[in-house]
């Protein structure tokens, strides 16, 4: 199975028709998804899945680390396409609204911080640090007003 890019996935298990389905709502449509956001669009391509077989290919996905799963403060499960090509980038999460936005711009302090914290707490813990997620939760400015 590969992506768009030509990069191979590396999967265990059978590759499903409803599986590719799922796979290609995030290569298309991208972004943060639920559950529910991948069935609506599953459903238009594969009409034969269900929202069971949505949840269970979602949990198999972000098993594989095809996909991060987030789970944000709505309490509703988020999937994110894990991309080699996508830039690494964290997220500001909306408690009014939801919405979740995605910024690689990070600021200066952010990124000797966050290279100092990694440092100090691999020495700590004796482990090797390789990634991290960062979400920060608040309101956006819409709902401020
Ligand atoms: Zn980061
Ligand atoms: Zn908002
Ligand atoms: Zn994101």
């Given amino acids: 199975m590969r992506n768009r890019h030509g990069r191979k996935f590396k999967c265990a298990g059978r590759w499903t028709a409803a599986r590719q389905a799922i796979l290609d709502v ?4 991208g972004g943060h998804l639920t559950a529910d956001d991948v069935f609506m669009e599953v459903k238009k391509r594969a009409p034969g899945v269900g ?9 198999f996905l972000s098993r594989e680390g095809l996909v ?3 789970q944000f403060s709505d309490g509703r499960a988020h999937y994110e396409l894990n991309d080699d090509e996508r830039e ?6 909306c408690k009014s609204c939801g919405n ?11 990124l000797k911080l966050m290279k100092d914290l990694e440092k100090e707490l691999s020495k700590k813990h004796d482990f090797n640090i390789d990634s991290h997620e960062l979400h920060f939760y608040g309101v956006c400015g819409d709902c401020r007003e």
Avoid: G, P, Q
């Fill in 26 to 29: 995030f290569l298309n449509r």
């Fill in 51 to 59: 929202l069971a077989t949505v949840y269970r290919n979602l949990d």
């Fill in 100 to 110: 979740v936005s995605d910024y690689s711009e990070f600021i200066h302090r952010e």
């Fill in 88 to 93: 690494h980038h964290h997220h500001l999460i």
């Fill in 68 to 70: 991060s799963r987030f």
